[in-house]
């Protein structure tokens, strides 16, 4: 297993938050959950950026740190139907995730001009 050569301030709010929400495409996949998008095609094409490995991968992060969980509609059923839900903690997210777009459509302008300065 790694073991990290510096050792990670796990007192500090932000590395926290930036361990749970940083990664592509966990923001996005949180607000398409929040807005009806529950099985894993549905996330993949309410995000047409991201790939479905990424949102796969993404996913398995996010419920890994508790912020959504997985049920399986049928055990019977083939293919199996797999959704996602946010948990209590993901809920706790949609004002942060709120405040983020806020934000972004405050300065959209601005971001959109530097961008297509690249």
Known sequence: MYTRKIEEDLDCG?????KVLGG????????AIHKGFTRPSEI??????ASPRVIEMQLAELLF???IEKNLESEQE?????EYHLT??????????????AWGLQHADIIKERLTEV
């Open 14 to 18: 932000l590395i926290l938050g930036m």
């Open 24 to 31: 592509k495409w966990k923001c996005c996949i949180l607000d």
């Open 44 to 49: 993949t094409r309410s995000i047409r950026e």
């Open 65 to 67: 740190f508790g912020v």
């Open 78 to 82: 083939y293919p199996k139907r797999t």
């Open 88 to 101: 209590p903690l993901g809920q706790t997210l949609l004002p942060i995730l709120s405040q983020i777009d």
